[in-house]
């Protein structure tokens, strides 16, 4: 079973960056689009960015996130630019559509002044 380790969140202010990481065990980490999701309090997790031959990000984080991997490192990134308080939230990564693999713990994210 693959499993998936988040890191990279933190507290941040509002038009700050931060960079996650995701990094994923097995060497079939390359077969697999890989997404960023979120979660709120109180709300669904959402999928953020997805990566497979190319790239989809939701309509609120369009020119602010980029996703990208090395899978020579089995591991996938999401840099998050301009940060608002919106994006608050725990930060897991899967494969995308659909999601295959248990999920981690996630990593949080807090934008606050």
């Known amino acids: 079973q693959v499993q998936l380790v988040e890191s990279g969140g933190g507290l941040v202010q509002p038009g700050g960056s931060l960079t996650l990481s995701c990094a994923a065990s097995?060497?079939?980490?390359?077969?697999?689009?890989m997404g960023w999701y979120r979660q709120a309090p109180g709300k669904q997790r959402e999928l953020v960015a997805a990566?497979?031959?190319?790239?989809t990000y939701a309509d609120s984080v369009k020119g602010r996130f980029t996703i990208a991997r090395d899978n020579a490192k089995n591991t996938v990134y999401l840099q998050m630019l301009n940060l608002k308080p919106e994006d608050t939230a725990v930060y897991y990564c899967?494969?995308?559509?659909?999601?295959?693999?248990?999920w981690g713990q996630g990593t949080q994210v807090t934008v606050s002044s």
């Open positions: 097995g060497s079939i980490f390359s077969r697999y689009a």
């Open positions: 990566i497979a031959s190319g790239t």
């Open positions: 899967n494969t995308y559509a659909p999601v295959s693999f248990t």
